[in-house]
């Protein structure tokens, strides 16, 4: 079975400065999709980012990049330019061959003024 | 349009006690989806649906049944509530199963006593 796993419960960042959210699965695929999604204060789950595994090139969404290392099997999420704005829950999350997304426990964010 | 939407926010059961969360989305999603995100934890999918008149079990399927007789509404029945089924419940829908972002409804908070 497929296991998602970040390491760090919570993570702490100057606003303005970069911090980077570590993520590491396992998985026998060979295609699949890898996700961050952001969970706000208010409970809802947004999409952050998205790369699928075939792609060598490192997806980007402004101010939001992933380092995806296959042969690792680490997927980390990079913030730079952090805002107070993005204080939340961070979760990682897999899908592969058996369609369910698989997610990690999260790491929480604190933005410091 | 309104994306994902569940009632009620919040509830609380005595344990014995049944009831339906509802779900419905209004962008002509086939797949949809109801997970669970216990404290400190991810989201641990319970049931999902591939389009109307077909439903399959997650990873946590004990203790509830789901329906999906319209493409919009996909409701979990909680049957005979225990204090384990305490949580937040998320329903979700996409697009396709695979790579497509699965959007998700602003959540509704139980607690079983």
């Known amino acids: 079975a497929q296991t998602v796993t970040q390491s760090q419960p919570e993570m702490s960042v100057q606003e303005a400065e970069t911090v980077t959210l570590s993520c590491t699965y396992d998985?026998?695929?060979?295609?699949?999709?890898l996700f961050w999604y952001k969970q706000p204060p208010s409970r809802q789950m947004i999409l952050v980012i998205r790369?699928?595994?075939?792609?060598?090139q490192n997806a980007t969404e402004n101010r939001f990049s992933v380092n995806f290392q296959k042969a690792a099997k680490s997927f980390s999420l990079k913030i730079s330019d952090s805002q107070l704005g993005d204080a939340a829950m961070y979760f990682c999350a897999y899908i592969g061959g058996n369609e369910k997304l698989t997610f990690g426990t999260g790491t929480r964010l604190t933005i410091i003024p | 349009n309104a994306g994902v939407t569940q009632t009620p926010k919040f509830r609380i059961l005595k344990i014995g006690q049944s009831m339906t969360l509802q779900c419905t989305q209004d962008m002509n999603h086939n797949y949809m989806y109801w997970y669970r995100q216990d404290p400190g934890m991810g989201l641990k999918l319970i049931y999902y649906?591939?389009?109307?008149?077909?439903?399959d079990k997650g990873e946590v399927p004990n203790g509830y049944n789901v329906s999906r007789s319209t493409t919009e509404d996909f409701p979990l029945r909680l049957e005979l509530a225990a204090p384990s089924q305490t949580s937040v419940y998320f329903c979700a829908s996409s697009y396709s199963i695979w790579y497509n972002e699965q959007f998700f409804g602003p959540g509704t908070r139980l607690t079983v006593l």
């Open positions: 998985t026998s695929e060979s295609d699949y999709y």
């Open positions: 649906s591939v389009g109307a008149g077909i439903t």
């Open positions: 790369q699928e595994a075939y792609k060598q």
